[in-house]
């Protein structure tokens, strides 16, 4: 029972990882937030935060582009420069099936670097 129950959770866990690759095409961003800082400045401000409390996965980031993003496998943050400000768009497949609240202190961590 008890493997039952760990495959089950296992299951659950995996079909949450976003596809560090495409999720700019698959998913909206959860929310959109806006700054006059550079947003290299943004995208470090937001790893030192994210990776002070990973909430469960390893956080990384990655320049692709113009985007300076933040990865981890349940929430990505870009950062990049549009008309003048930076642009975070915030991702995350949490969705209601959150302990950790992750959702909620990913975005005040988004919100102390802006």
Same mark, same amino acid.
């Given at each position: ?29 959860? @929310? ?11 995208? @470090?401000?937001?790893? #030192? ?24 496998? #349940? ?5 990049? @420069? @549009? ?25 005040? #961590? ?5």
């Amino acid at each position: 029972m008890r493997n039952i129950i760990l495959g089950a959770l296992a299951a659950i866990m995996l079909t949450g990882c976003v596809n560090s690759y495409t999720y700019r095409n698959d998913y909206k961003p959860l @929310e959109t937030f806006y700054t006059p800082k550079p947003a290299q400045n943004v995208q @470090e401000c937001i790893l #030192a935060e994210w990776q002070q409390h990973p909430l469960g996965y390893p956080v990384n980031q990655q320049k692709t582009g113009k985007y300076f993003s933040v990865l981890s496998v #349940a929430d990505n943050a870009d950062s990049f @420069e @549009e008309n003048g400000k930076t642009v975070v768009n915030y991702y995350s497949l949490r969705g209601s099936l959150d302990p950790w609240r992750g959702i909620k202190k990913r975005t005040a #961590a988004i919100k102390r670097c802006l």
